[in-house]
């Protein structure tokens, strides 16, 4: 399992630096599609649609769902580093959209999901790492809230299921 200070390595590198990160890699990051293998193997099971927002994101964004419904999970892989995020889209509040790791999964397509990042060579991070602040200047995010999701995955002042945690939704 990846320690926070080698994520700070990882995005320290990636960013050239904390105070005046340089942002010029993402575009070009994403149309080279790191991710297709994973990408592909996942579309062998699932509907799979690119959800990424590149004027936020700092990963490709997969909107992952079984053939005919509607979408089950969401997962973000840092275009950063082989890191990945697995949110479950299914009604959960708060902190139990995280699917960190095979004792969360709550069915066999989740076990599927992990299981093809793992084959990918890309970790899923926890919870608790992905909630360690980073000194990193974003745009949207307020300063004192950044923290390795923001800077691995997307700049968005809350962490999936925070908000709701946070404000009772």
Known sequence: MTEPSQLFQ???DKYKSL???DFHWVIKEHERKPYRGLEQCLMSRFSV???TDLNNDVSCVLAISPEGSGVQWTLKISLVGPYAV?????GA????VYVQAESDARSEDEYWILEACRQHAIEVLRLDVLKT??????FDTDPERVRLYQALFSDNDYLPGEYDAEHGA
């Open 133 to 138: 602040p980073i000194g990193l200047r974003l």
């Open 10 to 12: 990882v995005i320290v």
């Open 86 to 90: 697995l949110l479950r889209e299914t």
């Open 19 to 21: 105070e005046s990160p």
């Open 93 to 96: 509040r708060g902190w139990d």
């Open 49 to 51: 649609e690119d959800i």
